[in-house]
């Protein structure tokens, strides 16, 4: 199973290295959004020093399902067929879907946090958190989209309810984020927002592998 997962989270690489959506699509939307923000509020330093952190996990939240799905819907029926005449485990199909959008959800965080820094200066201390905090919140994002996607490819439906599906269930990763950017700028302990995080990740993850299959057949 980790042979397919390594073989399948490269296969997802190279369509995204090819394609190139996140790169020239998605972060410069998510660029533009960070850029609006300060238009509509105006240039009130301290009202953009408080609002900054928020936007970026709200950004990272929305366009990151936006991310997930458009790395799942690469994998076409003619290529699922392929992986399920082939003996695949759908869990290994989870796992490295999962993997690829988080690497991708990744690259992304790091782009726009670049950009939250520059027009919101925000005041975080600890940031060094922030190296254990994105991933893990991106990892939850990725994984609640991958499930997201599945449900709503059974359904027939998978471009237009999927995001509808994962915003919802990705709101307490939103939160938990939230949450501990909000104690790192206060100099709070944030040790319980990263441990639930990590639950939460490992609960999402639980669920995708012991549901990726009945997904498969439905």
Do not use: K, N
Not at 15 to 25: F, I, K, N, W, Y
Not at 173 to 197: D, H, S, V, Y
Not at 204 to 212: I, K, M, Q, R, S
């Amino acid at each position: 199973m980790i042979r397919h997962v390594r073989v399948l989270l490269a296969a997802h690489m190279r369509d995204e290295r090819r394609a190139g959506e996140v790169g020239l699509v998605i972060i410069p939307f998510g660029v533009v959004a960070l850029l609006v923000i300060p238009m509509a509020v105006g240039i009130d330093t301290p009202l953009l020093d408080r609002i900054g952190p928020g936007l970026f996990w709200t950004v990272l939240v929305l366009f990151g399902v936006v991310v997930t799905q458009r790395q799942s819907a690469t994998v076409g029926d003619a290529r699922r067929d392929v992986l399920t005449l082939l003996g695949v485990d759908p869990a290994a199909r989870f796992a490295a879907a999962a993997l690829a959008a988080t690497i991708l959800l990744v690259v992304f965080a790091a782009a726009i946090a670049l950009v939250t820094v520059v027009l919101y200066d925000p005041a975080i201390a600890g940031a060094a958190w922030l190296a254990l905090l994105v991933p893990l919140a991106c990892a939850g994002i990725a994984m609640v989209g991958t499930i997201a996607v599945a449900v709503a490819g059974g359904l027939g439906s998978r471009s237009s309810l999927a995001p509808l599906l994962a915003v919802p269930i990705a709101v307490p990763i939103l939160l938990a984020a939230a949450q501990a950017t909000e104690g790192l700028r206060a100099g709070a302990g944030i040790l319980r927002w990263i441990l639930l995080l990590a639950v939460v990740d490992v609960v999402l993850a639980l669920a995708g592998v012991l549901t990726a299959r009945p997904l498969e057949e439905s």
